[in-house]
């Protein structure tokens, strides 16, 4: 199942200084068990051990404190250690440093990009491990991107992922490659940045990588495209990510693009063209966002369209909407600036709809709850 739409929105681009992190949880079915789960600071270091591969780390101490949204979902691990901590999937959650992170998009690399570096299916991190790896440990967004990386790069990505992180400075999105490499992306203020399943970040076309301000990525991310034949410097045209390392498919033609077009229709006012194509990754909004665009974006089944699947049923659809029947959960986290003067218990909230977003409501819970 391709699953997950995804909206993250810097400062400078709302209307009172907040930024976002939003995203739906498409499993391919709507009736999960959804969760609230609070962990305690720890004095002592703790095990974790994923639910779905034979991933195992220690946790260091002393461990932050977070609340977070966890999905009950079959394990597929057969035994975890004793006393561990299982990461359950945790949706999205917020630490005691005001650090939010939601993992994850689910995305692709191409074929060619996995061949050169193989995913780690057995030990690496997947998507069930990432919040419950980074909010224990990262006090920042950057913290935590630089956490994820450094993970990947020792024991590998499992699968695709895209994650979304902020502070009550920045806002970061990572995209892994293939099994050992990763790019992160702060979205510049001003802008905004949505995606639907498949890799968008485009660095070095948006972005130099040796700009740590704006952009992080693991060691020789381009001489090992240059060496696996994934990019030719000889072709004159500069790295780009999304060209050199992520899957474009025929299926992402009606599958994803339509998804990212309505989003920077809605949020930005932008007529993107019809067909499949590589879309602007950040882009300024029409007018500064409020709470209810965001969540309205999560909401959008191109409503009132002829793409509409509710208004008009046709089993012969190409476009897949946001949302839809199988979202089992959905959150916007709203991180105010650290001008707002308020402590990380009151500054970050996350709306979380228990359920498909667009019949059913987003219920404001604090990071202090």
């Known amino acids: 199942v391709r699953a997950c739409t995804s909206i ?34 720890r004095d002592t ?17 002393p461990g932050l404190a977070y609340l977070a949204a966890p999905c009950t979902r079959p394990h597929k691990r057969a035994a975890v250690p004793a006393g561990s901590r299982n990461a359950s999937f945790e949706e999205v959650g917020v630490n005691s440093a ?40 990262a006090a920042s967004a950057r913290q935590a991107v630089q956490l994820l990386g450094s993970l990947i790069e020792e024991h590998g990505s499992g699968e695709g992922f895209g994650v979304l992180l902020a502070d009550a400075e920045e ?32 660095a070095l076309q948006e972005v130099n990588l040796s700009d740590t301000a704006a952009v992080l990525a693991s060691p020789g991310l381009v001489e090992h495209a240059v060496e696996e034949g994934l990019y030719d410097p000889a072709s004159g045209q500069a790295f780009n990510f999304f060209k050199d ?29 019809p067909t499949g194509g590589l879309l602007p990754a950040f882009l300024p909004p029409g007018r500064p966002l409020e709470l209810q665009d965001v969540m309205g974006g999560l909401r959008d089944h191109y409503t009132g369209g002829r793409h509409d699947p509710y208004a008009a049923p046709d089993p012969d659809e190409p476009w897949r909407p946001i949302a839809i029947l199988a979202t089992g959960m959905a959150h916007v986290t709203r991180v105010l600036p650290a001008s707002a003067g308020l402590p990380p218990h009151l500054s970050v909230v996350t709306y979380l709809s228990m359920g498909a977003p667009a019949w059913n409501p987003f219920i404001p819970l604090y990071a202090g709850l």
């Open 245 to 273: 390392y992520t899957e474009s498919s025929a299926i992402d033609v009606h599958f994803n693009f339509p998804r990212v077009r309505r989003l920077q229709q809605l949020l930005g006012g932008y007529q993107q063209p």
């Open 8 to 41: 993250l929105i810097g400062r400078g681009a709302t209307a009172d200084g907040s930024a976002y992190i939003a995203r739906t949880v498409d499993f391919g079915w709507s009736n999960i068990t959804g969760n609230l789960r609070y962990h305690p600071a």
């Open 98 to 137: 005001g650090l939010a992170v939601s993992a994850t998009e689910t995305i692709w690399s191409s074929a060619a990009a996995v061949a050169a570096d193989p995913l780690e299916a057995a030990g690496g991190v997947l998507e069930d491990a990432i919040p419950s790896l980074l909010l224990p440990q």
């Open 171 to 202: 806002v970061w999105y990572l995209e892994n490659a293939a099994g050992h490499h990763w790019l992160a992306q702060r979205v510049p203020e001003g802008t905004f940045f949505v995606s639907g399943n498949q890799g968008r970040l485009q």
């Open 45 to 61: 270091p703790a095990t974790f051990a994923s639910n779905d591969n034979n991933l195992t780390l220690q946790l260091p101490a």
